[in-house]
């Protein structure tokens, strides 16, 4: 006997929809799992520093009553971002410096990033660019000219990546618009996407997406941004298979954070489930040091440690580059070679 009223029978809500429906104020969030009194006050206060947002769909997946929930720590709003840590700035990764155009940091050979938007389906509490000044970046098509003169003047660049903020919160009439402009680029190969929607909102993995992605003559890559197995649900392996189905070049970027993803055991099952559903391992990030996210730092110490355990059982292809980002290198750094150079300094 089907019910058509119960609630199992309800089809998803759209990825619109869903994003709207998003979880904002941390008392819902708490009653919703369940957690303490103490938690409640300091997520309502640090809140106020870097608004809580979390799609229901990721909440789902987190366990009742566990304040160390590995997803809850990423989302939920602590009174130690409030805290003062030397070293910690609003703009660890020089992105400033880096700006070309309105919308356009080009920091690297070969490839110009730009920030479609300040909006993302979640706020991940150690975000580099949780300070950004997203208000001065362009909004409407026209805005955009100016960076898309700028690609279209430099023939080195072969990429164009997508990033904010979160592109995909974005519709896809506009982004469909957008990389038609790029076609006419002749000297671009490659578009790149770099989102958390797929793993937080799946939903968002649709057909629209797939069409507009996959139907210029730049070959689509997505990296998307999962830190833990446990958000791999099937609604997200889904989608992922739908993206690679499709013919996308998927690749996970993961932050090593404290209490999170700190021991080898979860890194790396991470891995392999990513592998076992064609996406591969592609950065482990050093958190980058964002003022009110020092608490989630793991000592590189450790990180390299942690490397060497997976180096040990993982086969070679399932191994992220574990890397930081250091204002004004010419590339992400791995991170060995950052500390070697501090030891040839002290040497020299
Ligand atoms: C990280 C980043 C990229 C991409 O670097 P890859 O190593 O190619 O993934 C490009 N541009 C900017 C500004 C970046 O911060
Ligand atoms: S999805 Fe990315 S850009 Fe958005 S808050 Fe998380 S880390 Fe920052």
Redesign the pocket.
Known sequence: MHNIASPQTNPRPTWRKALAQAIRDPDELCDLLDLPKEIRTSARAASKLFPLVVPREFVERMRPGDPNDPLLRQVLPLDAEAEEVPGFTVDP?GDAP?RRADGL?H??HG?A?LITTGVCAVHCRYCFRRHYPYHEEPRGLEAWEPALACLADDPLIAEV?LSGGDPLTLTDEWLARLASRFEEIGHLQRLRVHTRLPIVLPQRVDDALLAWLTGTHLQPIMVVHANHPSELDDACRQALRRLVDAGVLVLNQAVLLKGINDDAATLARLCLELVSLRVMPYYLHQVDRVSGAAHFEVSEERGLQLMEDLRGQLPGYALPKYVR?VSGEA??MPVELVSLSSVSQNFA
């Open positions: 990764v880096s940091l920091k690297y490839r990033l990546i980002e590339s992400k």
